[in-house]
């Protein structure tokens, strides 16, 4: 079974620094792109950060030139560091794998997008 598992949430004041890291596990065979969504309470999940397998970033407005987004392709795991938080980046931080690829004893399967439980980050001004 695949699963995105998110670690390193937690309260922090502003212009504090978190970073996030999200693993996938399983027999994983690929996965084209792994990013962070977030979820502040009564808002949409929206988009922070992507990158592909080849290294492409694509960054929300209000994250970039603020967060790092990086990946391990041999290690399966996406991270996010976050410093100068402020208390509007306070939400549930998802991990996504999309377009995952898994081996399953004599074949492959693919799966569109695979979500993490969720991390929170709660950030106190």
């Known amino acids: 079974q695949v699963q995105m598992v998110e670690s390193g949430g937690g309260l922090v004041q502003a212009g504090g620094s978190l970073r996030l890291s999200c693993t996938a596990s399983g027999s994983i065979f690929s996965i084209h792109s792994m990013g962070w969504w977030r979820q502040a309470p009564g808002k949409m999940r929206e988009l922070v950060a992507v990158?592909?397998?080849?290294?492409?970033?694509t960054y929300a407005d209000s994250a970039k030139a603020r967060f790092g987004i990086s990946r391990d392709n041999a290690k399966n795991t996406v991270d996010l560091q976050m410093p100068g938080l402020r208390p509007e980046d306070t939400a549930v931080y998802y991990c996504?794998?999309?377009?995952?690829?898994?081996?399953?004893?004599?074949?492959?399967?693919?799966?569109?997008?695979?979500w993490g439980q969720g991390t929170l980050v709660t950030v106190s001004s």
């Open positions: 990158i592909t397998s080849g290294g492409g970033t």
């Open positions: 996504r794998g999309e377009s995952v690829v898994v081996r399953e004893e004599d074949r492959y399967r693919s799966y569109l997008e695979i």
